[in-house]
């Protein structure tokens, strides 16, 4: 291992030739645990704009630092910016891929639930996007020493979403940022759209960033890592010179039916599957972001037992699920002293 520009040390990430995995092109960063984070609790919410007060998110930090070294946010708000300072004042040992929240610049008659916008509304996010990758460079030159890479979106550009951004777009926010700021640039999204219409931004990367949840495709726990590894190596032989990251892979623990059978959700396959994935990590040095530290009851439809809401292997009272229970065993014996919003 060498000493990186950012006075971290490099690994070789794995990249694909054939069907053989050898050492491939340097990220920058060593190898370790990772995870995707976001504190917002009870009442909170990015769309109301209410943010985590500093002390959530350092008791939040603490609870992850004693498993995890790097952290996955998905944004530039004011909760990003507040994670940031935390680890910077709070002298916490983490590494951050900093996400750039880029809004629908496109409708999407083939998304599930409402796409469609008006002109104005779609110029009004372009801007607003515009905004955001501005905002994103910013931050990275603020916490160089804590941004290990940025991501110019997530998830805009699979079939479904509900926030199309156009390829050609992606592609210039990676200019801008590059002609700006030295950290590593990729981007977030399901495995499909790499082997298909994400060839010309895939040139442009750093390297890679996947999703794989075979449980949101009717996937058994008894095939889901196969599953997962499959995904991977979908995308890895189609990019074989091209480092590759998991950034989202996980197992929600309640749905109330609505795209994941109820019951192919629990604690139990949650735990199975955070252990199969983080042995097959290990393993082979891959650097997955496993989705993800707390659940957000913000998220998806008004119903409590909406999938969305339950990903977290905490609860949103940071209390371990059944997967965490053991290592974590100090937080079911106290009373977690919850830190009130400003």
């Known amino acids: ?116 916008y008006p002109k104005r509304q779609l110029l009004t996010n372009r801007l607003a996007n515009d905004n955001q990758i501005d905002r994103l460079i910013e931050l990275a030159q603020k916490y160089p020493e804590i941004v290990f890479s940025v991501s110019v979106g997530n998830e805009a550009t699979v079939e479904w979403s509900d926030h199309l951004v156009p390829v050609e777009r992606l592609i210039n926010f990676v200019h801008r940022i590059k002609q700006t700021i030295k950290q590593p640039v990729t981007f977030c999204e399901n495995y499909l759209p790499w082997t298909s219409k994400l060839a010309g931004l895939a040139a442009e990367l750093d390297f890679i960033s996947l999703h794989t949840y075979p449980v949101w495709e009717y996937q058994t726990i008894e095939n889901a890592l196969d599953y997962s590894k499959q995904n991977y190596s979908r995308v890895a032989h189609h990019y074989p010179n091209k480092p590759i990251v998991i950034t989202e892979a996980g197992w929600t623990t309640t749905s109330n039916g609505r795209g994941i059978e109820t019951w192919n959700a629990s604690q139990e396959f949650q735990a199975q599957y955070f252990n199969q994935l983080t042995e097959w990590s290990m393993k082979s040095q891959i650097l997955i972001f496993v989705f993800e530290a707390f659940d957000e009851p913000w998220k998806g439809s008004a119903d409590p037992y909406e999938p969305e809401k339950h990903w977290g292997i905490f609860t949103v009272e940071r209390k371990p699920k059944l997967v965490m229970q053991e290592i974590y065993a100090h937080l079911l014996s106290e009373k977690l002293q919850i830190a009130p919003a400003p």
């Open 1 to 116: 291992m060498l000493t990186g520009e950012y006075g971290i040390k490099t690994v070789i990430l794995s990249t694909c030739k054939g069907s053989e995995m050898k050492a491939g092109y340097k990220l920058g960063i060593e190898f370790g645990k990772a995870i995707c984070y976001s504190g917002y609790r009870e009442g909170q919410s990015p769309i109301d704009e209410i943010y985590p007060s500093y002390d959530q998110i350092v008791e939040d930090l603490k609870i992850l630092a004693e498993q995890w070294q790097y952290l996955r946010i998905y944004d530039c708000s004011r909760h990003a910016e507040l994670v940031l300072e935390a680890i910077r004042n709070e002298n916490l040992d983490f590494k951050v891929m900093l996400g750039a929240d880029v809004a629908a610049e496109e409708s999407n008659p083939e998304c599930p639930w409402n796409a469609n």
